[in-house]
C-alpha cells in the first residue's frame, strides 16, 4: 500500500512559534532568577550577613498607655510617669545566677532583687524579659549601656508607670495598682498575654480595679532582630497598640481633700451628693495611705503599718464599713408609719424615759423622758421611746420595705471595691442569717436604727437626698468615659406622699435651727443655705442592767473601741436641696458633738466651694471656726498643725 507524503508546509510556523516562545519564558525566568540572586547576594548581603550570625526576630509585646483618670474639673488623679528599669532575657543571657553576678559589678543589686528575678526567670518562658530592678537612676541606665557586651541578654528599657499626684486624699476611690501576681491569674478564665509583660501593672482595689479592662488598654507589638549574644541590633517594625481610655470622675478634687483633711485625726468616714444628678462630689475614708507606695512596692514595714494599724486605714469605710445607723434611721421608721396610717404627725406618744416590752426594758436616751412627743418634736428631740412605740404599730415588714426604697439595704452601684449592701432585716432575712424567728424585740430595736440594721455612710447620704427631693436619687461615680457623659443619677419620683416628706424635711430643719434641737450649735446661719439634719449614735456595747443602776459608764471614761459611733446626715439648702452630707465617726461617742460638726464644715465648703466666711457661723462658734479653718488650711498646704483648743 502506498504511504500517503505529509504535507509539512503548515506545521513548520506554529512550530517555530512555539520554540520562539518558550525561548522568550525561559529567558524571562533566568532574569528573575538571575535579579532575585543579586538583590539576596548583592543588595541584602548585609542584611543575610546578620542573620549568617546566629541572628533571630523576637516578637515582644509593648504594654499600652494606661487610660488617665481625672475629677470631674480635670484635676488629674491618676497619671503616668517615665521609668527606667532593667531587664533580663534568660535564653540571651545563659545561666541566670551568673548573669546576675555579672550585672552587680555594674549596678547595685540587693539579695532580695537578685533572688526574685531568679524566681520570675524560673516562673516565666525563657524568651520573656524579666525586669531586675525598676526605676533605677540614669546613671544605673548609662552603665548597663556601656558595659552590653559583657552583659548579654541584659538591656535597659523606659517604661510607664502609675502615679498619683493627690497621693492619699483620693486613694480610697482611685484605688491602685500593682504587678500581677500569680494569685490575679489564678482568678482569670482566659489571662491576656499582656499579663506576661514584666512588672505588668494591674488594678488592684478602687476604680483602678472595677474599671480595668477599659484602663488598661490593648497590647501594641514589636519585632526586634537581636544577634547571638543577646543584643538588640534594630527594630524591625512597632505596633504601639491602643492606650486604654481615659476616664473622669464626679470627684471635686478640692472638696475631697478638704473632706479628708477636716477628718484628720479621726477614724471616719464622708459622702458628699449632689441632689440633682446624684454625682459623688466627695467620698472620704479617714486615715488614708499613700497609693504610691503599692505602686513602687510596698515595703514590710509601710504594709505592717497599714494592716496592723487599728484605724483601718486600708478600708474604704464609706461604702465598705456597714454601722447601725441609730437615730439618723428615724426617718426610715417615720415614713414607714406615716406611710401605712400608723400613726398621724399630730398624735402624741408619751415618753417616760424607757417602754417596756415583752418584759424588756427599752431606754431613751434622755433618762427623764420627753413626755407628750408628736411627730415633729420626736425628730427634733430625737425622741426614742416614740419610735420604740410607731416601729411597732408599722411592723418591720414597711420598715424594711422603706429602708430599701430609701437607699439602705441596697448595693449602690458604684465602681469601688467590697461596696457593702448594709441590711434592712425582715423576718425572712433573720429565718435564713439566723435560724430563728423574727420578735417585737427585735423590730423595737430596728425602729431606732440598732439591733440587725447596718447601713453605709454612702446609703446614709443616698437615704438623705432622697428624702431631700422625693426622687430616687442613684449615686453616680464616673461622670464621662473617653469624653462621653455617663447617664445621670438624678432618679425617677420615689412616690411617696409629697406632705409627708415636708413634714420630714421640716423636722430636720429644727434639729439643727431651733435652739432645743440635737444639733442647733451646728447651723448655719446664712440666709438663704440653713441646712436640716439628723444626728445618730449608734452603741457598740451591751449596757447591762447592773450598769444601768449604778450609772452607765461615761464613753470618755471607756476604752475607744468600746466607745459609741457619732452619725450625721444633712442637706442644704433646706429651701433648694443641692448637697447631701453624711458623717460617720467610729467611736465618736456623740453625733450632735464629732459628727455634726464636721457635716457642716464640709456642707459648707461644698456651699462656697471654698473656704466660707466666718459669718456663716453662729457667733458664739466663730472662733472656734477659725481655729479649725486654720488648722485645715495647714493639713491640706503641708504644714505643721495648729493645736486646736477646745476649751
Known amino acids: ?7 509539512t508546509s503548515d506545521v513548520w510556523p506554529r512550530m517555530t512559534r512555539r520554540a520562539a516562545l518558550l525561548g522568550t519564558a525561559q529567558l524571562g525566568l533566568m532574569g528573575v532568577l538571575g535579579w532575585r540572586m543579586k538583590e539576596l547576594q548583592i543588595d541584602q548581603a548585609d542584611e543575610f550577613a546578620l542573620l549568617a550570625e546566629e541572628n533571630r526576630v523576637n516578637m515582644r509585646l509593648i504594654p499600652p498607655a494606661r487610660g488617665l483618670i481625672f475629677d470631674r474639673n480635670g484635676v488629674p488623679l491618676a497619671t503616668n510617669e517615665p521609668v527606667y528599669r532593667i531587664v533580663i532575657v534568660r535564653e540571651a543571657a545563659g545561666e541566670p545566677q551568673q548573669a546576675l553576678a555579672r550585672l552587680a559589678r555594674v549596678m547595685l543589686l540587693t539579695p532580695e532583687e537578685i533572688e526574685g528575678a531568679i524566681s520570675e526567670m524560673e516562673r516565666m518562658a525563657s524568651f520573656v524579659p524579666v525586669t531586675v530592678k525598676d526605676r533605677v537612676t540614669w546613671d544605673d541606665v548609662a552603665r548597663v549601656m556601656a558595659n552590653m557586651p559583657a552583659l548579654p541578654g541584659i538591656t535597659a528599657e523606659v517604661g510607664l508607670s502609675r502615679h498619683y499626684p493627690e497621693g492619699a486624699d483620693t486613694a480610697h476611690v482611685v484605688g491602685y495598682v500593682g504587678p500581677v501576681s500569680d494569685y490575679d491569674l489564678s482568678l482569670m478564665e482566659d489571662p491576656d498575654p499582656i499579663f506576661q509583660i514584666p512588672k505588668f501593672q494591674l488594678g488592684k482595689t478602687g476604680v483602678e480595679a472595677k474599671l480595668e479592662d477599659q484602663l488598661r488598654g490593648q497590647a501594641g507589638t514589636q519585632r526586634i532582630e537581636v544577634n547571638a549574644t543577646g543584643r538588640v541590633m534594630r527594630e524591625l517594625s512597632r505596633d504601639e497598640g491602643i492606650p486604654g481610655t481615659d476616664i473622669q470622675l464626679t470627684i471635686d478634687a478640692h472638696l475631697q481633700a478638704y473632706v479628708e483633711a477636716r477628718m484628720a485625726g479621726e477614724s471616719a468616714a464622708c459622702v458628699v451628693i449632689d441632689c440633682a444628678t446624684g454625682d459623688l462630689l466627695a467620698v472620704g475614708n479617714a486615715p488614708s495611705f499613700d497609693p504610691n507606695l503599692f505602686v513602687r512596692g510596698i515595703s514590710v514595714l509601710d504594709w505592717t503599718s497599714l494592716n496592723e494599724n487599728i484605724y483601718h486605714p486600708l478600708a474604704a469605710k464609706a461604702v465598705q464599713g456597714a454601722y447601725p445607723p441609730g437615730s439618723t434611721f428615724k426617718m426610715v421608721t417615720a415614713l414607714a408609719a406615716l406611710e401605712a396610717g400608723a400613726i398621724s404627725p399630730e398624735e402624741t406618744v408619751y415618753c417616760p424615759g424607757v417602754t417596756n416590752v415583752s418584759g424588756i426594758k427599752f431606754h431613751c436616751w434622755k433618762s427623764g423622758g420627753h413626755g407628750n412627743v408628736d411627730f415633729h418634736d420626736s425628730l427634733k428631740f430625737s425622741c426614742d421611746c416614740y419610735y420604740y412605740e410607731v416601729g411597732q404599730r408599722a411592723g418591720i415588714e414597711a420598715i424594711s420595705a422603706m429602708a430599701k426604697r430609701l437607699g439602705i439595704g441596697v448595693r449602690h452601684d458604684v465602681p469601688m471595691s467590697a461596696v457593702s449592701e448594709g441590711i434592712a432585716p425582715n423576718a425572712e432575712w ?17 425602729s431606732i436604727g440598732q439591733g440587725y440594721v447596718l447601713a453605709t455612710p454612702l446609703q446614709l447620704a443616698v437615704m438623705t437626698a432622697r428624702i431631700a427631693t422625693g426622687r430616687a436619687v442613684k449615686p ?92 450625721w446626715v444633712d442637706f442644704a439648702p433646706f429651701d433648694n436641696p443641692r448637697y447631701a452630707v453624711s458623717v460617720v465617726v467610729e467611736h465618736g461617742s456623740g453625733g450632735s458633738t464629732a459628727a455634726a460638726p464636721i457635716g457642716r464644715d464640709v456642707t459648707l465648703q461644698a456651699l462656697y466651694r471654698g473656704f466660707p466666711p466666718i459669718e456663716a457661723y453662729p457667733e458664739d462658734r466663730r472662733e472656734e471656726a477659725q481655729q479649725m479653718q486654720e488648722r485645715v488650711r495647714a493639713i491640706m498646704q503641708g504644714r505643721p498643725i495648729p493645736a486646736l483648743d477646745r476649751a
Open 476 to 567: 453616680r461615680l464616673v461622670k464621662t468615659v473617653n469624653g462621653a457623659e455617663q447617664p445621670s443619677g438624678a432618679g425617677e419620683p420615689l412616690g411617696l406622699n409629697e406632705n409627708l416628706l415636708r413634714r420630714v424635711r421640716a423636722s430636720m430643719f429644727d434639729v439643727v435651727n431651733h435652739q432645743r434641737g440635737t444639733a442647733a450649735r451646728s447651723r448655719i446661719v446664712t440666709e438663704g443655705m440653713q441646712m436640716a439634719g439628723k444626728t445618730g449614735t449608734s452603741q457598740v456595747r451591751r449596757i447591762t442592767p447592773e450598769e444601768r443602776a449604778r450609772g452607765v459608764t461615761s464613753n470618755a471614761d471607756l476604752p475607744w473601741e468600746r466607745r459609741d459611733h457619732a452619725l
Open 1 to 7: 500500500m502506498r504511504r500517503q507524503r505529509t504535507d
Open 430 to 446: 433573720k429565718q435564713a442569717q439566723h435560724d430563728d424567728v423574727w420578735r417585737v424585740g427585735d423590730t423595737v430595736n430596728a
